[in-house]
């Protein structure tokens, strides 16, 4: 376990961030689990390592190397989550469907942070973990981490999302939902219960003791026209299923 401190900060952010990654959780997210304990009057973050196992290390890596890793020489490095979702469909771990299920998180947690105006969503704020490095060496996506609104208002975020660069809008997001396995209809559906989750946020930080000048300074943001509009405006009973014949590839195309 880490500690992070937060100096000079206006409001709580050790709780703002604790509340946050819980509320991704209730999202469908695997975030890496967060406690806020007090230190000499003021709160600060605590945060459960996941790359270690009693006292054995996981090995990991950041998006970062993953998607340089596997860009052809001479090539320009899409850092993007579409990008991350394709590496992990051809790589990751395909014991119980682990892959599958984690483009999905991934695709979610991409919906989350434009939601909740995280836009510090850089390359070197995913990691995978290598699952069995001696035997097959294949990638899990690692719990969600510094997930915390940046309250910058851009309007872009730091990792590309869709066809659409770096915008931050749920247009974009679901634009390359194939690259995660995903079927329009299916991509609406996640899409739609981030939002559940997300609309219930002043709820669930007050619970978790999030003052109330806080929450105003929050609301700024996630509640602003902005983002509120995208939440409150998106029907996912526009986008109907629609089945996809998909050729056969080889082992060494992307998918």
Not at 99 to 125: A, G, P, S, W
Not at 217 to 242: N, Y
């Amino acid at each position: 376990m880490f500690v992070k401190f937060f100096n000079n900060e206006p409001v709580d952010t050790p709780l703002i961030e604790h509340a946050t990654m819980r509320l991704a959780e209730r999202a469908g997210i695997n975030a890496a689990q967060t406690q806020v304990i007090r230190v000499a009057g003021a709160n600060v973050l605590a945060v459960r390592r996941f790359d270690r196992e009693k006292h054995a290390r996981i090995h990991s890596i950041s998006a970062a190397t993953a998607i340089r890793a596997a860009t052809p020489s001479g090539a320009e490095p899409e850092m993007g989550y579409p990008e991350l979702a394709r590496i992990l469909r051809r790589v990751g771990s395909t014991q119980d469907d682990i892959n599958q299920r984690d483009v999905r998180k991934l695709f979610r947690r991409m919906v989350f942070n434009i939601l909740v105006d995280n836009t510090d969503d850089h390359e070197k704020n995913h990691s995978l973990l290598v699952v069995s490095p001696f035997e097959n060496g294949r990638l899990k996506l690692a719990p969600a981490y510094d997930v915390l609104r940046s309250n910058s208002g851009q309007g872009y975020q730091d990792f590309i999302c869709g066809a659409h660069g770096r915008d931050s809008t749920l247009e974009n997001a679901m634009s390359q939902c194939e690259a995660f396995g995903l079927v329009t209809a299916e991509a609406a559906g996640e899409v739609a219960a981030v939002i559940e989750v997300v609309n219930s946020w002043q709820e669930h930080f007050a619970q978790v003791g999030v003052t109330q000048r806080d929450m105003e300074s929050l609301t700024e943001r996630i509640d602003g026209e902005a983002l509120l509009t995208q939440r409150t405006e998106f029907d996912p009973t526009r986008f109907k299923s629609v089945s996809v014949k998909r050729k056969r590839t080889g082992p060494f195309r992307r998918a």
